[in-house]
């Protein structure tokens, strides 16, 4: 059963979760956890408790993470 308390966070532990993904994609470049950025930003941007700024953001980078989770490792990167 779910408390008020524990709705209240939901946003809070999503982006929590999504900046951990982040950082670990960063770490390695594991299209795995490019995938999961993509589908927590999913989440986010679709959460009725988020900031309209955060959903737009995250609506937004949406596509680009879902395409790091399907390029191919050898393709070089711009930065």
Do not use: F, K
Request: proline share 5%.
């Amino acid at each position: 059963m779910h408390t008020a308390e524990q709705e209240e966070t939901r946003v809070e532990t999503l982006a929590a979760a999504l900046i951990y993904l982040m950082t670990h994609y960063a770490r390695t470049g594991c299209p795995w956890l490019a995938l999961c950025v993509s589908r927590h930003m999913q989440c986010l941007a679709a959460h009725p408790d988020a900031d309209p700024v955060l959903r737009e953001i995250c609506a937004t980078l949406h596509g680009a993470w879902s395409r790091a989770a399907t390029r191919d490792p050898n393709e070089s990167t711009i930065h």
